[in-house]
């Protein structure tokens, strides 16, 4: 079946530096690739759509400054956090959908991040 | 607005029980309706989908019928094990396009006791 691969699994960094998250789909094409965040004990929340060779669509309230989405080719999304802050630690998850997928994603196995 | 409400958490059963977790869904049109897994530390799994009306999909002993009249998505085991315990998220999406977002319910999350 599809898989999604995300690297980092977990990473530490100090405030003010960036972070750099990929996301691949190892066998498949994935024209859509989503960004989520997620806090302790609660939902997924949608960070941005990430299409591949165009600019990516940001939620309302997600700043596009700070959590930069690239999607340069049809097997890698790279969401980058910029002058992190503690208050950007928490999970992040990326899943991709296949061209012609008929309604299911595919979810990368998430990225702890912890900024100290 | 599409929204997923799911019943909270956690649930805590004793292996063997029967599960069920309600989830309701408000949607415009026709979505496409899903339950995901997440296990510790790890990101979703797809457990299972419909995509109409009526629909009932399942996996590995889970089940969950597409109901448009009552707008439900529940998810039922009838015998659960311990190695079920995980968060589990009801979600939709709208089928307009092949890039359709996926909107998820707050999650529930499953306890099961030896």
């Known amino acids: 079946g599809a898989v999604v691969s995300q690297h980092p699994s977990w990473v530490i960094c100090k405030s003010g530096t960036s972070v750099k998250i990929e996301c691949r789909s190892l066998d498949f094409q994935a024209t859509t690739m989503f960004w989520y965040r997620q806090f302790p004990k609660q939902s997924l929340m949608l960070m941005a759509t990430?299409?591949?060779?165009?600019?990516?669509?940001?939620e309302q309230g997600v700043e596009k400054d700070k959590f930069l989405i690239n999607h340069a080719s049809l097997t890698l999304s790279t969401l980058t956090v910029t002058s992190a802050h503690p208050e950007d630690s928490s999970f992040y998850i990326c899943?991709?959908?296949?061209?012609?997928?008929?309604?299911?994603?595919?979810f990368g196995s998430g990225t702890r991040l912890t900024v100290v | 607005g599409n929204s997923v409400t799911q019943m909270e958490g956690p649930v805590t059963l004793s292996e063997e029980a029967f599960l069920t977790i309600n989830c309701t869904y408000t949607?415009?049109?026709?979505?496409?309706l899903f339950w995901y897994v997440q296990y510790p530390g790890e990101g979703l799994q797809l457990l299972l989908k419909a995509t109409k009306a009526d629909d009932k999909g399942s996996n590995k002993g889970f089940e969950a019928t597409y109901r448009k009249e009552t707008t439900s998505f529940h998810l039922e085991k009838g015998s659960v094990q311990v190695s079920d315990s995980a968060v589990y998220f009801c979600?939709?999406?709208?089928?307009?396009?092949?890039?359709?977002?996926?909107?998820f319910g707050q999650g529930t999350e499953l306890s099961v006791k030896p």
């Open positions: 979600a939709l999406r709208r089928v307009y396009n092949q890039g359709g977002k996926l909107i």
């Open positions: 990430s299409n591949e060779g165009s600019k990516a669509t940001y």
């Open positions: 949607a415009t049109g026709y979505p496409s």
């Open positions: 899943s991709a959908s296949e061209r012609r997928n008929s309604g299911g994603y595919t």
